[in-house]
């Protein structure tokens, strides 16, 4: 199969109202909608993350996807994942016309922003303490919003949430 450098890239993230996305090592919360939204969009893709997002992976490489792990150290570490050392290297491994995930963490989404073309934000409408990891600021004015989805707190989500998609204009 053809490989280029130059895929489509979509950033995923769920964030709270202050940018917060992980605190020791682990999500701000378990938010079952959310994580059915995570699957949905990124099921048959290519996934990127960083080395320690994957340690916070319970079950290791998520299913039905191509994983990919950037990282220095020794690739037997990530069973069923590409290893990588760079983004750069990441990228020569999405097929042609292919919608490539940055899927965290912190560094990670901080070292792809400028590179991305499409935004999945799942803005949870709280603001957590003793976070230690976050998103970088937006630019909003660089980004044009398609499609909004808001979702009420519940019995299974402690938090109101809202699943927003933005373009780079
Ligand atoms: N809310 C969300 O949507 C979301 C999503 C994902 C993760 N998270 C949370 O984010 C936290 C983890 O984020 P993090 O910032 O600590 O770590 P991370 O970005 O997941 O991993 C950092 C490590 O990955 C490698 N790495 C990342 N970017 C690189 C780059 N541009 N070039 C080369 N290597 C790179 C390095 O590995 P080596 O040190 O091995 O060289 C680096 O130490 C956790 O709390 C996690 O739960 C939240």
Redesign the pocket.
Known sequence: MKKNSNPSIAI????DQQNA????????CHLPGDMKHFRQVTSGHTII??????E?LPKGALPNRTNIV????VAENYPGCIVV???KEALTHCDDEEKAFI???????R??LHLADQLYL?RIHHTFEDT??SFPDIDFSEWKLTEEEAHKADEMHLYDYTFLTYMKI
């Open positions: 995923i993230v769920a964030l996305i992980g605190r020791k090592g682990d999500l701000l993350m960083g080395r320690k997002t994957f916070s950037i990282t220095s150290d050392r760079s983004v899927i965290g963490g912190g560094k990670l989404y070292s792809t799942t230690d990891t």
